[in-house]
């Protein structure tokens, strides 16, 4: 039986049984000596990639399905257990992922929100037009799933044209072409907006970039005011990293959003990156707090890209696998306490997209849960 149909095409308790049964034979084989051949003869390789991929599926698999098929066995998915705490689940996507029947599956049955990982930036979508975002946007509407589009201003991904030599009016009247077109194509169809992204500095203020150059601070305030002209439906969100917990640059943050609510700009939310590392991440409480003084403001919370390395941690990879599992499980929970919570979103569903070794995602290269996945659903369920 193809493996790669298994999810579509049996029942879930059968399923787990299988990954069972897949696991029990995994370490059968170790026992009596096949994992000790060498890469090559199973894959015509002997690179450290192969031999990684062999060690990973080896290791999450049995690790993973022994908790699968005793304690989370009736379970329900990520999507499921969202949509019955009111709670958008989702993950940073590609349209090219969906030509995989494993990955367009994992997708659609687990997350009820997705975002798009570059195709609505404006350099790729001035390069390469809008046929990777409507693909994107046409997903979402066929599987039920709302859709976060993202970013409308950066000061990375921009069309070559758009640089130093611009004058201030016109990058102006190219910035307003730009979020008007976008914004007004998706009108109805998208949720919710990533309208300005990464403007605060690390070390002290605002980031110094080509708007803030250019057009001074009040370009923040133009971005949203034109996203809302454009779809006055939208939730408009301010999306940045390092601003996770409570530390400077989070009140940097939030001392800009709060004048942005003061002013009147029509801003509804600020995403939360979170891209961390198992080995030194934001105290979960100080999430929790800087969730509550955003709400304080009548802003929504969005942790919007969220994923835990654990290649930078010691440990064996069992270890480390279920240290990934609590970091997840304890930043997520306390969030998920907080009614202005509105949106979980992770950078990503399969370790297979991961270069780094890092192996920073819910679900194996192959697809399988990882303890991280069971640390999120506990954290939803509970």
């Given at each position: 039986?193809?493996?790669?149909?298994?999810?579509?095409?049996?029942?879930?308790?059968?399923?787990?049984?299988?990954?069972?049964?897949?696991?029990?034979?995994?370490?059968?084989?170790?026992?009596?000596?096949?994992?000790?051949?060498?890469?090559?003869?199973?894959?015509?390789?002997?690179?450290?990639?192969?031999?990684?991929?062999?060690?990973?599926?080896?290791?999450?698999?049995?690790?993973t399905?022994?908790?699968t098929?005793?304690?989370?066995?009736?379970?329900?998915?990520?999507?499921?257990?969202?949509?019955?705490?009111?709670?958008?689940?989702?993950?940073?996507?590609?349209?090219?992922?969906?030509?995989?029947?494993?990955?367009?599956?994992?997708l659609?049955?687990?997350?009820?929100?997705?975002?798009?990982?570059?195709?609505?930036?404006?350099?790729?979508?001035?390069?390469?037009?809008?046929?990777?975002?409507?693909?994107?946007?046409?997903?979402?509407?066929?599987?039920?799933?709302?859709?976060?589009g993202?970013t409308l201003?950066?000061?990375?991904?921009?069309?070559?044209?758009?640089?130093?030599?611009?004058?201030?009016?016109?990058?102006?009247?190219?910035?307003?072409?730009?979020?008007?077109?976008?914004?007004?194509?998706?009108?109805?169809?998208?949720?919710?907006?990533?309208?300005?992204?990464?403007?605060?500095?690390?070390?002290?203020?605002?980031?110094?970039t080509?708007?803030?150059?250019?057009?001074?601070?009040?370009?923040?305030?133009e971005?949203?005011?034109?996203?809302h002209?454009?779809?006055?439906?939208a939730?408009?969100?301010?999306?940045d990293?390092?601003?996770?917990?409570?530390?400077?640059?989070s009140?940097?943050?939030?001392?800009?959003?709060?004048?942005?609510?003061?002013?009147?700009?029509?801003?509804?939310?600020?995403?939360?990156?979170?891209?961390?590392?198992?080995?030194?991440?934001?105290?979960?409480?100080?999430?929790?707090?800087?969730?509550?003084?955003?709400?304080?403001?009548?802003?929504?919370?969005?942790?919007?890209e969220?994923?835990?390395?654990?290649?930078?941690?010691?440990?064996s990879?069992?270890?480390?696998?279920?240290?990934?599992?609590?970091?997840?499980?304890?930043?997520?929970?306390?969030?998920?306490?907080?009614?202005?919570?509105?949106?979980?979103?992770?950078?990503?569903?399969?370790?297979?997209?991961?270069?780094?070794?890092?192996?920073?995602?819910?679900?194996?290269?192959?697809?399988?849960?990882?303890?991280?996945?069971?640390?999120?659903?506990?954290?939803?369920?509970?």
């Amino acid at each position: 039986m193809n493996d790669k149909m298994m999810p579509a095409t049996i029942g879930r308790r059968k399923y787990l049984k299988y990954l069972g049964l897949t696991a029990a034979g995994i370490a059968m084989g170790a026992a009596l000596g096949y994992a000790s051949r060498d890469v090559e003869d199973l894959h015509g390789s002997t690179s450290a990639s192969c031999v990684t991929q062999k060690t990973t599926l080896t290791e999450t698999i049995t690790g993973t399905v022994t908790e699968t098929t005793t304690d989370r066995e009736n379970s329900s998915s990520l999507r499921a257990a969202g949509d019955q705490r009111g709670i958008l689940v989702g993950a940073a996507s590609f349209p090219e992922g969906f030509e995989d029947a494993r990955y367009a599956h994992t997708l659609a049955r687990e997350f009820n929100y997705l975002t798009p990982e570059d195709q609505m930036k404006w350099g790729p979508i001035d390069a390469h037009g809008y046929g990777s975002a409507d693909s994107l946007v046409q997903f979402a509407s066929e599987h039920q799933m709302k859709i976060k589009g993202h970013t409308l201003v950066w000061h990375e991904s921009l069309p070559t044209w758009v640089n130093e030599q611009m004058s201030a009016s016109e990058l102006r009247n190219a910035l307003e072409a730009h979020i008007s077109t976008l914004v007004g194509r998706y009108r109805g169809r998208v949720l919710a907006w990533d309208v300005v992204n990464e403007a605060v500095d690390d070390k002290q203020g605002l980031r110094r970039t080509l708007f803030l150059e250019k057009l001074g601070e009040g370009y923040i305030a133009e971005a949203f005011q034109l996203a809302h002209k454009a779809d006055p439906d939208a939730l408009l969100i301010y999306n940045d990293y390092g601003a996770e917990g409570l530390n400077q640059k989070s009140d940097r943050v939030f001392s800009l959003v709060s004048k942005l609510v003061a002013d009147g700009v029509p801003i509804h939310g600020v995403g939360l990156q979170m891209h961390i590392s198992a080995g030194g991440y934001p105290r979960p409480e100080d999430v929790a707090s800087n969730v509550r003084r955003l709400s304080a403001l009548g802003l929504g919370a969005y942790i919007s890209e969220m994923d835990v390395r654990i290649g930078d941690v010691p440990g064996s990879l069992p270890e480390r696998l279920q240290l990934q599992r609590r970091v997840y499980h304890d930043v997520v929970a306390p969030c998920l306490k907080e009614k202005s919570f509105v949106a979980l979103t992770f950078w990503g569903i399969t370790d297979a997209r991961s270069t780094t070794g890092a192996y920073p995602y819910l679900f194996d290269e192959n697809y399988y849960p990882k303890p991280a996945y069971w640390g999120v659903l506990g954290a939803l369920t509970e």
